[in-house]
């Protein structure tokens, strides 16, 4: 079992940054694919970024609508993973949910459109024009 607590989330303008944290706790072996999700008004959810760690293995991936404008990182000493927005749009005002699943030595089943084990309750993100 894995828990997941993400905070940071907030209000901010057009052109903004904003950090979000995703403390994680659990079963290790759970968590070696980390994963941010959004859900917009009226949407669907969205995969934005995901992240393998295994070792020394380290490999992210985006969507393309953040892409060059998102990062997502991990600070193990911490157990937690980041996701810094920059460059923010009115778009990407969402819910943002971190996930968790556990892959092994399969990196290939880390990715965007994979079903993640652990989801955390989400925060706010509204960017204004």
């Known amino acids: 079992q894995v828990q997941l607590a993400e905070s940071g989330g907030g209000s901010v303008q057009a052109g903004g940054s904003l950090r979000l944290s995703c403390r994680v706790s659990?079963?290790?072996?759970?968590?070696?694919?980390m994963g941010w999700f959004r859900e917009g008004p009226g949407k669907e959810r969205e995969g934005v970024a995901a992240?393998?760690?295994?070792?020394?293995?380290?490999?992210?991936l985006y969507a393309d609508s953040v892409k060059g404008r998102f990062t997502i990182s991990q600070d193990k000493a911490k157990n937690t993973v980041y996701l810094q927005m920059n460059s923010l749009k009115p778009e990407d005002t969402a819910k943002y949910f971190c996930?968790?699943?556990?892959?092994?030595?399969?990196?290939?089943?880390?990715?965007?459109?994979?079903?993640?084990?652990?989801w955390g309750q989400g925060t706010q993100v509204t960017v204004s024009s």
């Open positions: 659990g079963r290790a072996s759970g968590r070696d694919c």
């Open positions: 992240l393998y760690t295994r070792d020394e293995r380290f490999v992210d």
């Open positions: 996930a968790a699943k556990g892959v092994g030595l399969v990196e290939d089943y880390c990715y965007l459109g994979a079903v993640f084990d652990s």
